[in-house]
């Protein structure tokens, strides 16, 4: 089974990394981005989250979602245009709400087996399954709308489709006869 992916980018000689949408991430931290905030939605704290991640219990009451060094614990959220709006613990109204716009919210990693995650591919070595042929490494994860691409670091694109097996720092792919020609 392969699942959408969230996004963790490679991380730079700085210790510093920076998704395709410009977001800074340090490799200090194991935390993904899953979203960002919004504009301030009402007087009573909400504030509108667009995720960036198909995983909606990351905005379920209970999860624990982090704004730089901050803890936010979601309160409450519910579906809204495409967004979600939420609430979270310690946002009492409008203004704590304003406060938090703009904000890059990340989450630790769900353990989740047979789902591929774009952290756990950038960086690993991608073979031929036919004669074990090394065709480069993973430089980042493209997302699109057919099949997800392994972005490797000579330039090729390989289909996820092509995927046969996947383990620690390797994976195995089967792709048709010139395709990274």
Known sequence: MIRRLE????????????????????????RLEVGRVGKAHGLRGEVAVTLTTDRVERVAPGSVLWAGER??????????????LVHFGGVADRSAAEDLHGAVLTAEPIED??????????????VAAADGAHLGVVAAV?????S???VLDGGGLVPLTFLVRSEPGRLVVDPPAGLLD
Request: glycine share 8%; proline share 10%; net charge negative.
């Open 7 to 30: 996004p963790n980018p490679p991380a730079k000689p700085d210790g510093s990394a920076v998704s395709t949408d410009g977001a800074k991430v340090t490799s200090s931290t194991s």
């Open 71 to 84: 803890r936010l614990e979601v309160r409450s959220s519910r579906p809204h245009q495409g967004r979600h």
């Open 113 to 126: 087996l047979g789902a591929l995650w774009v952290h756990e591919l950038v960086g690993a070595e991608v």
């Open 142 to 146: 493209e997302a699109n709308p057919a």
């Open 148 to 150: 997800d691409l392994l």
